[in-house]
Nanobody
Framework: QLQLVESGGDLVQPGGSLRLSCAAS????????IGWFRQAPGKEREGVAC????????DYADSVKGRFTISRDNAKNTVYLQMNSLKPEDTAVYYC???????????????????WGQGTQVTVSS
């Protein structure tokens, strides 16, 4: 059974860093698009970053470009989201997600993803 489990969320001060992990089971992340999304209280879930199955492309929301980096460790079957220079507006529950079918490119559209993890809370506050 396909499963995604996020971890690494925490309370961090503005300007700090966190690395989120998305551990997959039931499928190989190296053959799948993986996306990171986030949802703040009272707001829609939005795409943050994604990586394609063969690392041919990555995509980032404008609000995180230059600060966040998505990467994959195939040996650990895990995808990471390195978050630097964190801002209070980055506070949200972060989710990783995967589509059902192999896709050549990744997009930050929630409708393209079928499997979701339970989320991990990131709070940026002094």
């Amino acid at each position: 059974q396909l499963q995604l489990v996020e971890s690494g969320g925490d309370l961090v001060q503005p300007g700090g860093s966190l690395r989120l992990s998305c551990a997959a089971s039931g499928f190989n992340v190296d053959y799948s698009v993986i996306g990171w999304f986030r949802q703040a209280p009272g707001k829609e879930r939005e795409g943050v970053a994604c990586i394609s199955s063969s690392n041919t492309n990555t995509d980032y929301a404008d609000s995180v470009k230059g600060r966040f980096t998505i990467s994959r460790d195939n040996a650990k079957n895990t995808v990471y989201l390195q978050m630097n220079s964190l801002k209070p507006e980055d506070t949200a529950v972060y989710y990783c997600a995967a589509p059902t079918f192999v896709q050549p490119m990744c997009v930050l559209a929630r409708s393209e993803y079928d499997y979701w993890g339970q989320g991990t809370q990131v709070t940026v506050s002094s």
